[in-house]
């Protein structure tokens, strides 16, 4: 069944899918997704009956955001389809369809919406309607509608569950109306309320990942870019209005919010008495296949944010925050893959993610920045930087899960976007348009830099997607072009006299290092001279998104780990480390200094949690061979960092555990490693290298 935009399912009164948010979102006028449950289980002998809720979710986003999902082309009421299929016992079938003698009614749900909420009123409620003795008289027949989409697919990737509860770790009550629940962690999902009253008390509940000074819950940093249209429209707060009878529970449906605290307000008296609340965290059911501890408390703290904020913004596409936006922008999502593909199994969510790039393509070739799309916002403001996930997203899932179908997919895609970039080349041959490196400290890296780089790396990508579908000709000429690129980059902006690119920033020494744009004979001078600038400032960093990806991978890549390390745990601003340690951070900030972006940033965005791979491939050194696909060839070299005692990390690959553990006493290592039966290994430490099978190893050395 699909149900537009999401639906519940119930069979004889019982609700079938447990999951949140059913089927994935994506552009509906395009592509539309449906889900396959077996029912068997909840049938009984004789009549049945099939009951189901529809809201609105993304299919008919009412309330005006900046992004105008309002005005998206898919956008319609709720829509139904489904079929059931029985197989009897002699093997004949029966299918069962949506058709015009199914009956519709409005219920308790009075409105709901993906970035407000929901109204609910429990008066309202319509006793065992999904039930077969229920009397459907009132009701009326269902109207036929066209089909939103010509595709209608086979949702792959993992649902949205609710398998994680958290209580509250304090309340506080700020008059006799009004609770404010502190959840303990900034996350992401919805809560389950418990409370008992009279008939029509009114109850609103509203999230925000603030609080003022008198507690009660800030929604300044999250409500900027909604546009209401009356009273009702508040973002993230949900209403419940009571039927008067005992303890009443209420969970909102087809919503989600980001949250740490819940202000509970009532217009009857209330009390943490008569008042429970707990949160149902949800997120895309993704398997955890990787882990990390080292012997640093603010590393281990810095690693367990990562894969919060990652999950909390995983919603059958990867977001940039769960409060304000929920959209999937494109150069943040590309910059967390790898970290999210080695702690959590989201090969299905990148796949799909890919197919909404291709939906989202306008007809002139550009990229709108935001996949899914309305179509109806300012594509070229996030620019080429951001548009470069349609090459590095099925890159990385190829290259971590032999992923070739979305290459394919892509293709076609992805020329006719190189095509367009070309036409946007300016005189001297470069891109000056779109995002450089978002919410940099105080350094800002040159844009027609940074996004002429990515054309190039663009070009470098394609030819290798080429390549992998033989069509070495098409190869020839993407790597032609690369080559042109990055001589035009040396020539504009590289000087060679004091070896730096740009305007000398952290990011533009590294950038053509990450690249392999910098000219061979200089590249080990500019990363010592990015590792000497880093020193020279007390480790301190300056950068934005992008550079959070680049420049500790770089430095790592040229011996420079130690130096990555001590800007990491810095504990002054700007660093992850300050966030733990000023802020006691349970979710990544969108920028370093959320004091002075404090109304105006999310708490909970994901997008400099590349971090996290960099702790696994740098610290326990666990790297994949680029000649091989999937870990089946394995490069393991960890860094002996002075400052750790141990780093144990593992990592579920296709072909099995990858497990890597060091412990250090003075210079004395014992080091231990379990590769996959079929996998091998190259073995890269300080004094010694050497291939491994697959099997447990042991070694014991000095540094």
């Known amino acids: 069944m699909s149900g537009l935009g999401y639906y519940l399912l119930s069979i004889n009164g019982t609700k079938i899918n447990q999951n949140h948010l059913d089927p994935g979102f994506t552009d509906y006028s395009k592509r539309v997704l449906y889900n396959t449950l077996d029912i068997t289980n909840y049938l009984k002998e004789g009549s049945n009956a099939v009951g189901i809720e529809l809201g609105n979710g993304w299919f008919n986003e009412q309330t005006p955001t900046v992004w105008n999902f309002d005005l998206a082309p898919w956008r319609k009421r709720p829509q139904l389809l489904c079929e059931i299929r029985i197989t009897y016992n002699d093997g004949s079938t029966e299918t069962i369809a949506t058709d015009n003698t199914w009956k519709t009614n409005t219920g308790p749900l009075l409105f709901d919406n993906i970035h407000v909420g929901v109204i609910y009123d429990a008066r309202l409620e319509q006793k065992g309607w999904s039930d077969i003795n229920y009397k459907d008289k009132n009701w009326s027949n269902v109207i036929l509608t066209d089909a939103p989409s010509e595709i209608l697919e086979s949702q792959k990737m993992a649902l949205i569950s609710s398998e994680e509860i958290l209580e509250p770790i304090a309340v506080q009550q700020l008059n006799d109306t009004s609770l404010v629940f502190d959840m303990g962690i900034n996350t992401a999902g919805v809560v389950e309320l418990n409370i008992e009253g009279k008939e029509g008390m009114e109850v609103k509940l509203k999230h925000g990942e603030m609080v003022r000074e008198d507690g009660s819950v800030d929604q300044r940093n999250i409500d900027m870019h909604l546009r209401p249209r009356n009273e009702k429209e508040r973002i993230q707060t949900d209403t419940y209005i009571l039927k008067g009878k005992g303890i009443e529970t209420f969970s909102p449906a087809f919503t989600y919010h980001g949250f740490r605290y819940v202000q509970v307000s009532s217009n009857q008296p209330i009390s943490a008495q008569n008042v429970y609340l707990k949160t149902i965290k949800l997120h895309s059911d993704v398997e955890n296949i990787g882990s990390l501890k080292t012997s640093n408390h603010t590393l281990n703290s810095i690693f367990e944010i990562c894969k919060n904020s990652y999950l909390s913004n995983l919603f059958s596409i990867p977001t940039d925050c ?47 920045g935001i996949v899914p799309t309305s179509h109806h916002w300012d594509s070229n403001w996030a620019g080429p930087i951001w548009d470069a996930a349609i090459f590095i997203v099925p890159d990385l899932l190829y290259r971590y899960s032999g992923d070739l179908e979305s290459i394919k997919k892509i293709y076609p895609s992805a020329k006719r976007y190189l095509k367009y970039l070309e036409s946007q080349e300016n005189e001297n041959g470069i891109i000056d348009f ?270």
């Open 322 to 368: 769960p409060t304000r936006e929920k959209n999937g922008w494109m150069a943040d999502g590309f910059m967390v893959q790898e970290a999210g593909m080695l702690n959590y199994d989201s090969r299905n969510i990148y796949a799909k993610w890919v197919k909404d790039m291709i939906d989202a393509q306008q007809d002139s070739g550009n990229m709108p």
């Open 434 to 703: 779109g995002l450089g490196d978002w919410l940099f400290y105080k350094a800002e890296t040159s844009t027609p830099f940074m996004v002429t780089a990515y054309y190039y790396y663009d070009n470098i990508l394609m030819a290798k997607m080429a390549r992998l579908l033989n069509n070495d000709k098409e190869a020839i000429a993407y790597e032609e072009k690369a080559e042109i690129l990055k001589n035009r980059i040396n020539d504009i902006f590289f000087d060679a006299k004091n070896i730096s690119y740009a305007n000398k920033t952290q990011l533009s020494d590294a950038l053509p290092l990450y690249m392999d744009i910098a000219p061979e004979e200089f590249r080990p001078r500019l990363a010592k001279k990015l590792n000497d600038s880093l020193k020279n400032s007390n480790y301190f960093l300056d950068f934005g998104f992008i550079g959070s990806l680049i420049v500790p991978e770089v430095l790592s890549d040229y011996g420079y780990t130690d130096s990555v390390y001590k800007m990491v745990t810095k504990e002054e601003m700007p660093s992850w480390g300050y966030w733990i340690k000023e802020h006691h951070a349970t979710s990544l900030f969108e920028t370093w200094d959320i004091k002075r972006r404090i109304f105006d940033a999310s708490l909970n965005h994901p997008s400099m949690g590349a971090i996290a791979a960099w702790m696994y491939t740098s610290l326990a050194g666990i790297k994949l061979d680029e000649n091989e696909t999937s870990f089946k060839e394995i490069i393991i070299k960890p860094t002996f960092i002075d400052d750790l005692d141990f780093v144990d990390a593992s990592y579920d690959s296709q072909y099995g555990r990858i497990q890597v553990k060091w412990t250090k006493s003075d210079r004395d290592v014992q080091l231990e490693i379990k590769i996959p039966p079929t996998a091998t290994a190259k073995l890269q430490l300080p004094h010694q290298s050497s291939n491994i099978k697959g099997g447990k190893h042991q070694f014991q050395f000095q540094l």
